[in-house]
């Protein structure tokens, strides 16, 4: 009589099939992005009232200048991180730009691209869509290899593009952009592109989001070129989530939850550009100790928790703000008559066209 597979004892077993709570992972990330959508709309309200005092000539409700919504111009932070690099001098239009987008390197450099997946308003957005559209068809889609990888393209060329535009501007030229009324309304024009949505780009969003309930994270995968530039820097991070092949089952639920759709069953490290630091990987995995976010070698206990992953990125955030702010270089050094003479006109202002007079030679 022949007896059937012996169970593995109690305590092996438990090791195998421990859950790793979810939970914990999920609610120090929701409530960092909670955190942060709250404050981008508390900052888009502050910056809407401060437009419409200058449209309405001066009359109204005057509230500060929120120079945080520069965060939402990283072409503009972008343009004067190279104008600093090159000059050793902060710029004085839309300096705060220029900080948070390092702010947003610096993190994705110590802690892979997890301004992506923890902060930006727009990967929120995306990963709740990507819920409705699972509680609407069952599921989200993943594109064929073939089609999925000349997408992921997509955002490295965009990315591209404004390199080599910016790269090829001289800092006398970023500098006269920067002065020129399309430059000193890059924010404002921002608010305007929403307030006053025309058709096509109606179209564009509405096409975007239906994009995204089928298929998680639509936008931040093929088209977002700042997703792309963070993800290059992340590939140098010191923190990467690791696996330990000896402690895996291979049920290949870490990569059936990777919103990136890695395939992190089969790596030691995940290196790749697209992982956004979620840790919704560690939070599927079944098996005690199989899966871990830490340092490159780091093969044992400490290892990263999710508390402390959000700690360290809201210090970063916090302390580049705080440096900007006691140095006095975080708001736009342009006066109140100056914004009361172009805001009311803010779309009439075109952006400047290589050889304007306005940008140098």
Known sequence: MTSGPTPPPATLRARLLRRIAPDRFLRARRLV????????????????LWVRFYERGGQGLSVPRPAGAEGWLPIAGLMNSKLFLATGSVPTIHP?????????????????????????????????????????FGRTFRLPRRVDVPLRGIKYL??????????????????????TPYGLLADVKMLNFFRHLGETAAILLTALGIASLLVQNFWCRYLCPYGALLGLVSVFSPTRVHRDSNACIDCGKCAAACPASLPV???????SAECTG????????????????????????????????????????????????????????????????????????????????????
Request: hydrophobic share 55%.
């Open 265 to 271: 069953e089969k790596l030691r490290s995940v290196i």
């Open 96 to 136: 705060a730009a220029m900080f948070l987008f390092m702010a947003f390197c610096a993190m994705s450099l110590i802690a892979k691209k997890s301004f992506c997946s923890w902060l930006c308003p727009v990967g929120t957005l995306s990963e709740h869509l990507a819920q409705m559209g699972r509680a609407l």
């Open 158 to 179: 965009l990315l591209g593009f404004f390199l080599v535009i910016i790269g090829g501007m001289s800092a006398t030229m970023l500098d006269e952009f920067m002065q």
């Open 33 to 48: 992005q909670y955190a942060f959508v709250a404050l981008n709309l508390w900052l888009g309200l502050q910056f809407f």
């Open 278 to 361: 979620c840790l919704e990987c560690v939070a599927a995995c079944p098996a005690r100790d199989a899966l871990w976010a830490g340092p490159v070698g780091v093969r044992s206990k400490p290892r990263l928790p999710a508390w402390a992953l959000a700690a360290g990125i809201a210090a970063l955030f916090l302390g580049i703000i705080g440096y900007a702010k006691i140095t006095g270089h975080w708001i736009s050094d342009i006066s109140a008559q100056v914004y009361a003479d172009v805001v009311p006109h803010a779309d009439q202002a075109s952006h400047p066209m290589p050889g304007d007079p306005a940008l140098g030679r």
